[in-house]
């Protein structure tokens, strides 16, 4: 392997920087939460809106919850899979490529380079460093030219899982007050209330995890849900006449 | 700039390589139409199993779809909205760094190609090149320490509209037997066939188009849109009793 030089070493050492990760996980909390405070709650709305009863909107609601649970979690695991399966395609794909026409590789690799202004005599010494190290090859043309990472493959069921679960207890949110309030009116005025309470704060906290504005992250949160229930509640208002 | 040397571009020429993009639009269009030919239909059968009236089935499913059209279309709109964000932010924080500390950010690309078994002695001038020019040296470390891609302004706009609308047209083929139907029962078995055909066509499209398996793929659509029916199903009887 090559080594980094001792001053680089230590420059590297003094000065840590501080990107912001997301991380998958709370990524998909955070889709799953999303889509499950505001469908649900913007259907039971609706429902309301349209004089159903409470058992009627919960029946909905809790149908809803469950196919949308499905839906997005496998859904997701089905892509998951299936970006797995293009990656391995791709990797066997440039491994026969190194190993047939490496010339035109190395043009690849010459190409990449030429792009940032470096001289063919400033980057030849790469292009053979990187010829005479198969692996290393690989793994520069997967990163460096088709941008693609290798996927873990315990993610996917993980991803599937994270989401699902997140839609349901987003979605148990809004339907809650339905459950024990039996007059369907009296209902929706608590689901309104703890729903854009739910948003507020659950539109706070992805602000603060993905580093933008948590007060306006909150805000917009809050506001989809009240344009998504509103048109649900226009639409089965006008579905009704 | 630098020059690809001409037996490079030779080279480049005779080899083109293949390799296989969905489009981002064709991406959202996967999106929308997945969740809407699955949630929708899985509602309205759900509905259907609690004996629930058209009208009530035609209500729900209309306002789960104008809800479900606002959550993922606004909430994509934002999310590629605060990614585009976190890019400028990452860009004038790169920036700064070239100009405060070169010689971390030096150490930084030493590092990256050090990682391809590149010796001090062959990365030094690609080092030096990047160092003489600051634009693509900003471009290499968004490129290949950050590994971001610049947004496109447009992109944001383009994806919300695609999404919503693609979760709007795929909605609307399990509900309109509701529409044309007035016996549930009945509607619901026009349902089920009409959107059976429409998630087997779509999913070997969509396999067709991501380079996976067609067949494979539109069997995967459909068992998501029947495990999601059969849940909702389900969960509607269960709530009923």
């Known amino acids: 392997m090559g080594t980094v030089c001792e001053s680089d070493k230590y420059l590297l ?20 939460v999303s889509d499950g405070l505001t469908v649900p709650f913007a259907l039971a709305a609706g429902l309301s809106g349209a004089n159903a009863s409470s058992s009627i909107i919960l029946t909905a609601g809790i149908a809803e919850v469950a196919a949308g649970a499905i839906s997005m ?5 089905l892509a998951a ?37 470096v001289e063919p005599h400033e980057y030849g010494p790469v292009v053979n460093a990187l010829r005479k190290n198969p692996q290393a090859w690989l793994d520069f043309m997967m990163k460096f030219e088709l941008r693609l990472e290798k996927p873990d493959p315990k993610r996917a069921l993980q991803s599937a899982f994270t989401i699902a679960i997140a839609y349901v207890v987003g979605g148990s949110v ?35 995890f993905t580093g933008n504005k948590p007060v306006w992250s909150a805000l917009q949160t809050a506001l989809i849900g009240v344009v998504a229930s509103a048109a649900a509640f226009g639409m089965a208002k006008a579905v009704q006449s």
């Open 13 to 32: 050492n003094r000065h840590t920087e501080n990107h912001f990760t997301a991380g998958e996980i709370v990524r998909d909390v955070i889709i799953g």
């Open 73 to 77: 979690g496998l859904g997701g695991y």
């Open 81 to 117: 899979k299936s970006e797995a399966d293009h990656y391995a395609r791709e990797l066997r794909r440039e491994q026969e490529e190194i190993d047939t026409i490496p010339d035109s590789e190395a043009a690849e690799v010459a190409e990449i380079l030429a792009e940032y202004g």
């Open 174 to 208: 809004p339907l809650l007050p339905y459950v024990f309030i039996r007059v369907a009116q009296k209902a929706l005025v608590a689901s309104v209330i703890v729903t854009i309470l739910a948003l507020l704060i659950f539109g706070f906290a992805k602000g603060y």
